[in-house]
Structure formats: structure tokens, C-alpha cells
């Protein structure tokens, strides 16, 4: 299959580039917000415009300081960005007219080879007239009066794109098409934590490149981030988020917003990775975004990071180890592995034990097999009898996978106490393979109200 044409989105802070990336991948992934600089990240997403194909990037506004500085890494993601796309769209507000920084970028963007498409955003009535006359000072062709608010000039935009897209799909080797119907085999891998866990950092050292912003400063990662990536051949797609607070404590929307992202990016991984810092141990907090994670159905792995720097490690592993087990009683021996993201140690162990957990999540026992130990299982451990009535439990058959989730048929099953379901649940896990993923166990009484 023929890989996608790549269009970055270029300008200085709040021109409007996370709302046209929103309006062409079709759905609010990034945070848009009056403030500037909420975007920080490159973010990636497949974006289609009247049946053009193609994958786009939302850059970080651009802005001249010093390359140490936040502003400056962010403005080196937005210029990696650039230089890897096949078509750039450089942004300004035709409403605020041709500011000094927007020449600066059209400066830059001259120099590069990627080719350039000029939208003058904020278009819409004549308020915006004036600025689309001056943005022919810039030195590109004609630029585009558009609206990424109200969908105005996509089919401008369209015809612009399309001789691109097309040129850079001729220049593109198609490799062999993958056969239909099979089930997609990238590993969708949500990292989560407290904020300065070192998540960004963890991304890098995976990826092997300065691909997200780091720094001392805590919460500079605001949007959740997808990456495509392979590990040892197989297809990943790393999510890296937003640091998760406590709630009391947020109190800027800004980073309401971001939290309420990263819970998103939760909901569809398929594992997610916890990352502690192994400087402060296990924390309240920890426990809250584990218990969720579990709660939403996803596979997860605990990883202890800065453990090149930990003091007194084996008496932390115990002690993370044994909270863990007490703080989230209803899934025991989750996956615990230490991690250096600044050295890289333990990371190829943390994704083996990811793709493991995720075959365990998406996992299924026939029905024969299942029986059988439920046959076994109530032999051990007969179910009670309340009121002196006995509960006839019937059979067990999984109903679905990604979590994997059981529907147990039976008689008076309202009657049965939560620690026998407990019982059914942990010896689902511990026997036929699920390991510590979440299970799902729905009681059901027979239709028939005279069947006993």
C-alpha cells in the first residue's frame, strides 16, 4: 500500500492551524483555545478533503527565541515537521493583516525545499480583505482566502493540494497491498502518568529522535500524540499524553481540557502504559489513573522510570509492588518493569511485555475448554446456598474479546455474593491465560421463569 502524502501546517501562535487541522481530519483531536500556544507537539492525523488522501501534521506556533528556550524547542519540531512533509500550508491571519513574524517564516520557508501553499485564514466577510492583499508580499503564489472556522474555501484549497498530492504519490513506490479482512495488527500504546514522569522523554528514547518537546518544565505536553513506529518489525502506534493531576488541583481549563484528552487517548489504546517516577514512588494519584484505565477495559502495564537514579531499589520495587496489589485488588500481579527513558534500559522489555499483555486482552477460549474448567472450578468451590436455596449455575461462554468479557447462565445468579464472582473472575485469569487484563463477568438468569 502506498504510503499517504504528508501536508504540515505552518504559522505563528493563533492563526488557526489546530482548527483547520480539526475541520480536515473531521473530528476536535486537537485543543483549540483563544490563548496562543496551546499547541505544542506535532500531532498527526489522516485528514481527507473532497477524496484527497493524506496525512497531516499541526505544528506549534512558530516563534523567534532562543533554541533552549520551550518556544524555541517547539519551533525546532515545527521546522523538523516542514522538512518532512511534501506540502507545507503556511498560515497567517488575513484579519490581523502581514505581522513581522509571518514575514520571518516566509523568509524561512523560501529556503526550504518543501513546497508552500500561502491560506490567508480568518477570511470570511471584508474584514479580512485587506490582509489577503498583503500576504502577496510574502513571495509565494497567489494565497488562498479561507476559513477553518466555517469551512469556507475547501475547494480552493482542494485544487491547490491536488497537483501536490499527486506528484508526491508518483514519487512514492507502492509496496504490496496488505489482504482485507484481517485484523489490524498495530499495537495502539497509550503512555499515561503524573505530569514530569518522563513520558516525552520515554517517547524519544523509544523513537530514537527528538520527536516531543522535553524539558524541566512540568505539563509541556498538552495534546495527546499519536506516532506511527515499529518495534523489531511490528507496527506501533505510540500515544504519548497530557500529565494527569489530581482534580483539586486543576485549575486552568487549559489543562482541563488536556486531561480530558488524555483520558480520550485512553479509551482507544489497547494498552497503556503507567509511568511512575521512581524519585517519588506510588502516589494516590497513580492508583486513580490506574483504576480508571481498568475501569475503561484497557490492558496495562506499570512501569517504574528513573530507575538508574532510584535510591534503594529493591526495597521500592517491594513496596510499589505490594501497594499495587492492595490499592487495585480487583486485578493482582499487573505487569511491573523498571526503566531508565534517559538511558533506554528495560524499554524492549517494556514492549514485549505490552505485545504479551495485549494478546492475553484480545484472547479467546472456546467454549469446550471453558467448561471444562468451570466444571472443575464449582467442583472445588461449590457456589452458596442463601436462605438455604441452592444457586444452580449452568454454563459459561465468552462473549466478547479487547476486554475479554463472560456471560456465567444460572438460577438465582442475583443471589450470588460479589466474593464468588471474585473467585470465577481470578480463576478465569489464572488458568486459562488472561493474566492481569480486565475481565468482564455478566450473570444472566434463564428466560424460562420456571426453569430451576
Do not use: C
Request: hydrophobic letters at 40%; charged letters at 30%; glycine letters at 8%.
Amino acid at each position: 500500500m502506498a504510503k499517504m502524502p504528508v501536508v504540515a501546517i505552518v504559522g505563528r501562535p493563533n492563526v488557526g492551524k489546530s482548527t483547520l487541522f480539526n475541520r480536515l481530519v473531521g473530528k476536535k483531536l486537537a485543543l483549540v483555545d483563544d490563548r496562543p500556544g496551546v499547541t505544542r507537539d506535532r500531532r498527526e492525523g489522516d485528514a481527507t478533503l473532497i477524496g484527497l488522501d493524506f496525512r497531516i501534521i499541526d505544528t506549534a506556533g512558530f516563534e523567534d527565541e532562543d533554541p533552549d528556550t520551550l518556544p524555541g524547542r517547539m519551533r525546532a519540531q515545527t521546522q523538523a515537521a516542514v522538512r518532512e512533509a511534501d506540502v507545507a500550508l503556511f498560515l497567517i491571519d488575513a484579519r490581523a493583516g502581514v505581522m513581522p513574524l509571518d514575514e520571518e517564516i516566509a523568509r524561512w520557508l523560501r529556503s526550504e525545499d518543501t513546497p508552500v501553499i500561502l491560506v490567508a485564514n480568518k477570511a470570511e466577510g471584508r474584514a479580512g480583505e485587506g490582509g489577503v492583499n498583503e500576504a502577496f508580499a510574502l513571495g509565494f503564489a497567489e494565497p488562498l482566502p479561507f476559513s477553518a472556522e466555517h469551512g469556507e474555501g475547501l475547494a480552493d484549497l482542494f485544487d491547490a493540494l491536488l497537483p501536490l498530492i499527486n506528484a508526491a504519490n508518483d514519487a512514492e513506490p507502492d509496496e504490496d497491498e496488505e489482504e482485507g479482512g484481517e485484523e489490524d495488527p498495530t499495537l495502539k500504546l497509550a503512555i499515561v502518568g503524573r505530569p514530569n514522569a518522563g513520558k516525552s522523554t520515554l517517547v524519544n528514547r523509544l523513537l530514537g529522535e527528538q520527536r516531543m518537546i522535553t524539558g524541566p518544565e512540568a505539563g509541556i505536553t498538552r495534546d495527546s500524540i499519536a506516532i506511527e513506529w515499529e518495534w523489531q518489525g511490528r507496527p506501533v502506534r505510540l500515544i504519548d499524553t497530557a500529565g494527569l493531576r489530581r482534580k483539586a488541583k486543576v485549575e486552568d481549563k487549559l489543562e482541563r481540557l488536556s486531561a480530558a484528552d488524555t483520558m480520550h487517548a485512553v479509551d482507544f489504546a489497547e494498552v497503556v502504559v503507567l509511568l511512575l517516577d521512581a524519585t517519588r514512588g506510588l502516589e494516590a494519584q497513580d492508583l486513580r489513573i490506574a483504576d480508571h484505565v481498568l475501569q475503561e477495559g484497557r490492558a496495562l502495564v506499570i512501569a517504574l522510570n528513573k530507575w538508574d537514579v532510584a535510591e534503594n531499589p529493591p526495597s521500592l520495587f517491594q513496596g510499589v509492588r505490594a501497594a499495587l496489589d492492595e490499592g487495585l485488588a480487583q486485578v493482582k500481579g499487573l505487569p511491573l518493569l523498571t526503566v531508565s527513558a534517559e538511558t533506554g534500559r528495560g524499554l524492549d522489555q517494556l514492549l514485549a511485555a505490552a505485545f504479551e499483555t495485549r494478546d492475553a486482552w484480545s484472547k479467546r477460549v472456546s467454549t469446550g475448554q471453558l467448561n471444562r474448567w468451570f466444571e472443575t472450578a464449582i467442583e472445588k468451590n461449590p457456589p452458596p446456598a442463601p436462605g438455604g436455596k441452592r444457586i444452580k449455575l449452568r454454563y459459561l461462554t465468552q462473549a466478547k474479546t479487547r476486554p475479554p468479557g463472560f456471560v456465567l447462565f444460572g438460577t438465582r445468579v442475583d443471589q450470588l455474593p460479589e466474593s464468588y464472582r471474585r473467585y470465577l473472575i481470578n480463576g478465569i485469569r489464572r488458568d486459562l491465560g488472561f493474566g492481569a487484563v480486565p475481565v468482564r463477568l455478566t450473570l444472566r438468569a434463564p428466560k424460562n421463569p420456571f426453569d430451576s
